[in-house]
């Protein structure tokens, strides 16, 4: 019926001027095919050539020729009045028919009315679900989603020490080589300041006081040399171990992630296959996995190495100069207030546009399904035209967190200059007035200093870039949490038997079924009991929502079983495992999918 309903429609979207209509009203019941006829057929195409071919003998009064056919030749063709007048046989048929069909209607009127209440009720859940299935997250990241991750990487708390343990060791190192290169520059200027010194003072006594310094001081550079090179070889060693934790905790955060998500959805009930498009699913294992195994396994640990060495440099700034740590202070705020304005829009158009992004895959997908539909009804510029309306949406989006990107950096770099003129002012200001620092610290306050807020401002951004794509592992970890099926371990006294079932005897004591586990009000299946013997050819009718498809499903166990029992051969379905019960019997469905 909903085949026949969709071709249908697929009929009318073509505007054609002569329609054939192969019985289209056959698989739809009485109330679905008078409501196709007189809103399809007969107001629709009122201005168009159809030919109709049914076997439904009350539309026949509105059409305005009939042909009768008898074996595949025609026998009669006129219009209603004109055949009943002219033949009595057809009078009778029509008459008999009646008859037929108005015992059957009272008998059955009753049931449909509730089967029709109950259906539309179905469709109201069923659109409710649909609706509220894509709701999209606001505020920022929670704190669990990160421990979530640096969890699924480390696997332990020990691997978060080791981590904190090689960032601050190579920053430690970092700033050591620094403060030594800086002392031994200024021990250099220093020896060679006395040394003119000594040299102007006699002349008799040049030659041996050249000497001595010059030995003194060469076994003083080599020590200084080979300490430093000995610096720079551990800063290597701790660059390659820092560097290759770190991306070795996202890539199995990644793994880890990706295999549980994966595991979640193979085993999640039929009803969530049901209510969320492919193309939505598809969005969580294409693109939120690229972003996992791509930008966040870049960006995580730039992040983690940028603001470890903006702490290691503040510190060390304040203990060169304290007085600069007031213009440090003043930085940092007027940073963190542009990246709380920034990140809280920037996080929100992002997961607009990851939002946005669902339904383009979802319509791709649907779209290459039917190519072959779309091209025989010449409906590719309509499809298209859709199409560019979902990726319009899309690009709207990602153009405004292009925008706003471009708004924050402008920002960040008025406050980068701003804390740069107070660092070198008041460098200035205490080397005049006060003459504490040396050339040395004040060369280092101020390359440091530079060096903080372009580090400092990257660190920021860096910030909301993991934080921005820090959603797509808050939707991994959503299906992370998928409801799942029921399993059932059987002991080793209680296992199946190599030929279970042998008989196929099917016995339903009241039934009752449910789709959704949160709503197990709406029943789809109400108090069901009946036994099906072995051997027995059993045929299952009903309209539209009536529930044949459910009462297949249920053996399944496809749906949620509300109440009642299932038993084949005797034993229980609800106390097999899935894997067993679904191996053991076989289905062909409707649509032509495998069942494995």
Aim: hydrophobic share 40%.
């Amino acid at each position: 019926g909903q085949k026949a309903r969709v071709n249908l429609a697929r009929a009318l979207y073509r505007n054609a001027d002569i329609y054939l209509l192969d019985d289209p009203l056959s698989a739809v019941d009485v109330r679905v095919s008078k409501h196709l006829f007189y809103r399809s057929i007969k107001d629709y195409l009122c201005d168009k050539i159809c030919i109709l071919v049914t076997h439904q003998i009350q539309f026949l009064q509105d059409a305005t020729k009939i042909i009768v056919l008898d074996q595949g030749k025609m026998i009669q063709m006129g219009t209603y009045n004109e055949l009943i007048s002219s033949s009595s046989s057809f009078a009778h048929l029509l008459e008999d028919i009646n008859q037929q069909e108005q015992q059957q209607n009272a008998a059955n009127i009753q049931q449909q009315q509730s089967i029709i209440s109950s259906t539309y009720s179905e469709k109201e859940d069923e659109d409710e679900v649909m609706s509220n299935i894509d709701t999209k997250q606001q505020g920022a990241i929670k704190w669990t989603v990160y421990t979530s991750y640096i969890k699924a990487g480390l696997g332990c708390i020990f691997g978060s020490f080791f981590i904190l343990l090689l960032l601050t060791a190579y920053q430690t190192t970092f700033m050591y080589s620094s403060w030594w290169i800086a002392t031994w520059s200024d021990d250099e200027s220093h020896w060679y300041r006395n040394f003119n010194q000594c040299i102007s003072t006699t002349i008799e006594n040049r030659s041996h006081l050249y000497l001595m310094s010059e030995n003194e001081w060469n076994i003083y550079r080599n020590q200084k040399f080979y300490s430093y090179c000995g610096i720079i070889i551990l800063l290597l060693i701790l660059t390659f171990l820092r560097t290759f934790a770190l991306k070795l905790m996202c890539l199995n955060a990644g793994r880890v992630l990706h295999n549980k998500m994966f595991r979640r959805v193979i085993r999640c009930p039929i009803a969530f296959f049901d209510t969320n498009p492919i193309g939505r699913i598809l969005n969580h294992f294409t693109r939120d996995i690229l972003i996992m195994d791509t930008d966040i396994v870049q960006d995580v640990p730039d992040f983690l190495i940028c603001l470890s060495a903006v702490l290691g440099t503040v510190i060390l700034i304040g203990l060169l100069n304290p007085w600069a740590f007031i213009p440090a202070f003043i930085g940092i705020i007027g940073m963190l207030i542009v990246r709380y304005r920034f990140a809280r829009c920037f996080r929100d158009l992002r997961r607009i546009t990851e939002t946005t992004r669902s339904p383009l895959y979802s319509y791709l997908s649907s779209t290459i399904h039917g190519l072959k539909v779309i091209r025989s009804y010449h409906a590719e510029q309509m499809c298209s035209q859709q199409f560019l309306s979902y990726l319009d949406q899309n690009i709207r989006a990602d153009y405004l967190t292009k925008v706003v990107e471009r708004w924050a950096a402008m920002r960040f770099d008025w406050t980068s200059f701003t804390f740069l003129a107070l660092v070198t002012l008041c460098s200035m200001l205490v080397r005049i007035y006060k003459q504490e620092l040396s050339t040395a610290d004040i060369a280092l306050t101020l390359s440091y200093s530079l060096n903080l807020m372009g580090l400092f401002q990257w660190t920021i951004r860096q910030s909301v870039t993991v934080e921005t794509h820090m959603t797509a592992v808050e939707r991994i970890l959503e299906y992370c949490s998928l409801e799942q099926e029921p399993t059932v371990q059987l002991s080793l006294n209680n296992r199946l038997s190599n030929n279970w079932p042998s008989h196929g005897q099917i016995v339903f004591r009241n039934v009752s079924m449910s789709y959704s586990n949160d709503d197990k009000t709406s029943l789809v299946l109400h108090n069901i009991t009946l036994t099906i013997k072995s051997e027995e050819k059993i045929g299952i009718v009903g309209r539209t929502g009536a529930g044949k498809s459910s009462l297949i499903q249920v053996l399944f166990r496809m749906g949620i079983l509300v109440n009642g029992q299932i038993e084949i051969d005797n034993i229980d379905i609800s106390t097999i495992p899935l894997d067993d019960l679904r191996s053991r019997i076989s289905i062909i469905p409707q649509d032509p999918v495998l069942f494995t």
